[in-house]
């Protein structure tokens, strides 16, 4: 995943007097996420466990221990997994923490795709902290760290349920309380430069074969394995979209927003699956990912309550529907002769390593079963988390602009503009607000 590649993908996608807030939203946001990480979030989510409650419960593998990773030992340790109580890495552990940090850092940066064009700055640098600690360590631990979902085996090779359906969730809570953009700016939803889509889908699309290909931790057959079904699932996925375009949509015309929209489905699908599924796993996830985000996206939106939720980017399908799908098609698809992994609690050899099985290659609905319950531990949780932080950030410092800050966007906040020149349906500015005297 590339986080400059998401910047530009955002910058083209909002309008143009939105596109300043919105990139300095997404590097604010990873900017701080960081700062989250070292100080606390890496150990609550892949630290040792705090054991609230009796061992083996829920609770005494919940979170991990409230501790910073800024000292010498702890970033120059040999980096141990939690999951799976692996031999150490032949690396140190402050390689692991950054690499998990980026997974860290995306999630509530896709979830700002649902809340642009109406959320305060100035309430995203409060939200972003908050979230991570409450809610996605919560989730990366009890799924990657080791936790409870893990050691009953529930499985999610790189994050469709951590990253993609939690974002998807948040985006859909957080844009209900929030509220909907201006009338104005819903009615001319219009790309602001579709180049920069271009440029930044295509950014987003090489970063993610890292994204994928990096979780098994070292460069063999299983990151090879991982990166090419990820681009198989993918290019299915923009195949597929723009098939039901073509086919199926009022114009029946294939869309370059159609193909974005099949990439990401794609992606994000594979994503939970990438290393537990041969070729034609692939294949069937990014067809049916895709497939049935396209129906969801023009036929649920229509029904409430997805129709009275300004879900500016459609992050709820593309990233919580097609996580979800993804996630569930592990217990259909998972191939168990692709990798093996380390039972929590145990140390690793050849008896103790497991495979991941579907249905139709185990007859066994068990790891169908696990994923569900994975599914609404993760839909539970970020749903009740995000909503405690929202409505708390709204009824001290406040969640929106003002209806004038709303009709001018960019210059309004930040003095700034992409493109000083008006365009069509843009106000003309004053010259105070040109910057001729900062040039």
Same mark, same amino acid.
């Given at each position: 995943?590339?986080?400059?590649?998401?910047?530009? +993908?955002?910058?083209?996608?909002?309008?143009?007097?939105?596109?300043? *807030?919105?990139?300095?939203?997404?590097?604010?946001?990873?900017?701080?996420?960081?700062?989250?990480? @070292?100080?606390?979030? #890496?150990?609550?989510? &892949?630290?040792?466990?705090?054991? $609230?409650?009796?061992?083996?419960?829920?609770?005494?593998?919940?979170?991990?221990?409230?501790?910073?990773?800024?000292?010498?030992?702890?970033?120059?340790?040999?980096?141990?997994?939690?999951? !799976?109580?692996?031999?150490?890495?032949?690396?140190?552990?402050?390689?692991?923490?950054?690499?998990? &940090?980026?997974?860290?850092?995306?999630? =509530?940066?896709?979830?700002?795709?649902?809340?642009?064009?109406?959320?305060?700055?100035?309430?995203?640098?409060?939200?972003? =902290?908050?979230?991570?600690?409450?809610?996605?360590?919560? !989730?990366?631990?009890?799924?990657?760290?080791?936790?409870?979902?893990? /050691?009953?085996?529930?499985?999610?090779?790189?994050?469709? #349920?951590?990253?993609?359906?939690?974002?998807?969730?948040?985006?859909?809570?957080?844009? %209900?309380?929030?509220?909907?953009?201006?009338?104005?700016?819903?009615?001319?939803?219009?790309?602001?430069?579709?180049? $920069? @889509?271009?440029?930044?889908?295509?950014?987003?699309?090489?970063?993610? *074969?890292?994204?994928?290909?990096?979780?098994?931790?070292?460069?063999?057959?299983?990151?090879?394995?991982?990166?090419?079904?990820? !681009?198989?699932?993918?290019?299915?996925?923009?195949?597929?979209?723009?098939?039901?375009?073509?086919?199926?949509?009022?114009?029946?015309?294939?869309?370059?927003?159609?193909?974005? *929209?099949?990439?990401?489905?794609?992606?994000?699908?594979?994503?939970?699956?990438?290393?537990? @599924?041969?070729? /034609?796993?692939?294949?069937?996830?990014?067809?049916?990912?895709?497939?049935?985000?396209?129906?969801?996206?023009?036929?649920?939106?229509?029904?409430? =309550?997805?129709?009275?939720?300004?879900?500016?980017?459609?992050?709820? #399908?593309?990233?919580?529907?097609?996580?979800?799908?993804?996630?569930?098609?592990?217990?259909?698809?998972?191939?168990?002769? /692709?990798?093996?992994?380390?039972?929590?609690?145990?140390?690793?050899?050849?008896?103790? %390593?497991?495979?991941?099985?579907?249905?139709? #290659?185990?007859?066994? $609905?068990?790891?169908?079963? /696990?994923? $569900?319950?994975?599914?609404?531990?993760?839909?539970?949780?970020?749903?009740?988390?995000?909503?405690?932080?929202?409505?708390?950030?709204?009824?001290?410092?406040? +969640?929106?602009?003002?209806?004038?800050?709303?009709?001018?966007?960019?210059? %309004?906040?930040?003095?700034?503009?992409?493109?000083?020149?008006?365009?069509?349906?843009?106000?003309?500015?004053?010259?105070?607000?040109?910057?001729?005297?900062?040039?």
């Amino acid at each position: 995943m590339s986080i400059p590649g998401l910047a530009v +993908l955002y910058g083209g996608l909002v309008r143009k007097k939105w596109i300043v *807030n919105t990139m300095l939203m997404t590097f604010a946001g990873f900017s701080l996420v960081l700062v989250v990480w @070292v100080l606390w979030g #890496y150990n609550m989510a &892949f630290g040792v466990a705090s054991h $609230f409650g009796s061992t083996g419960s829920f609770f005494a593998n919940f979170i991990g221990h409230f501790k910073p990773l800024t000292s010498a030992f702890a970033q120059q340790s040999q980096a141990v997994s939690g999951a !799976n109580s692996l031999i150490p890495f032949h690396f140190p552990t402050a390689t692991l923490a950054y690499f998990q &940090f980026v997974f860290a850092a995306i999630t =509530p940066l896709l979830f700002l795709g649902g809340l642009v064009g109406r959320l305060k700055f100035t309430a995203w640098l409060v939200i972003v =902290p908050l979230w991570i600690t409450v809610v996605y360590c919560v !989730n990366a631990f009890l799924l990657w760290g080791g936790g409870y979902l893990a /050691m009953k085996g529930a499985v999610d090779f790189s994050g469709g #349920y951590v990253i993609h359906l939690s974002a998807g969730v948040a985006a859909f809570v957080g844009a %209900a309380i929030v509220g909907p953009r201006r009338w104005q700016d819903r009615e001319n939803a219009f790309p602001s430069n579709l180049m $920069f @889509v271009a440029v930044g889908i295509g950014i987003v699309w090489l970063g993610w *074969n890292g994204f994928n290909g990096g979780d098994p931790f070292y460069a063999g057959v299983d990151a090879a394995s991982a990166v090419l079904n990820t !681009n198989i699932a993918t290019a299915v996925g923009l195949l597929t979209w723009l098939f039901m375009d073509m086919a199926f949509s009022k114009q029946k015309k294939p869309t370059f927003l159609g193909a974005l *929209n099949g990439i990401l489905c794609g992606l994000v699908a594979i994503t939970p699956s990438a290393g537990w @599924v041969n070729g /034609m796993g692939a294949i069937l996830v990014g067809l049916i990912a895709s497939a049935v985000v396209w129906v969801a996206w023009n036929f649920l939106s229509k029904v409430k =309550p997805f129709s009275k939720v300004d879900d500016a980017f459609g992050v709820v #399908y593309t990233h919580g529907i097609a996580g979800l799908l993804g996630g569930l098609m592990v217990g259909l698809f998972a191939d168990p002769g /692709m990798i093996e992994y380390g039972v929590p609690g145990k140390v690793y050899d050849a008896a103790g %390593a497991v495979s991941v099985g579907g249905v139709f #290659y185990t007859h066994s $609905f068990h790891q169908l079963w /696990m994923q $569900f319950l994975a599914a609404l531990w993760v839909i539970f949780w970020t749903a009740l988390g995000t909503s405690l932080i929202f409505f708390l950030v709204k009824y001290t410092i406040g +969640l929106r602009e003002s209806d004038e800050v709303l009709a001018i966007g960019d210059v %309004a906040i930040h003095e700034e503009e992409a493109f000083p020149e008006p365009t069509f349906g843009e106000p003309v500015l004053t010259p105070s607000h040109t910057h001729q005297d900062n040039i």
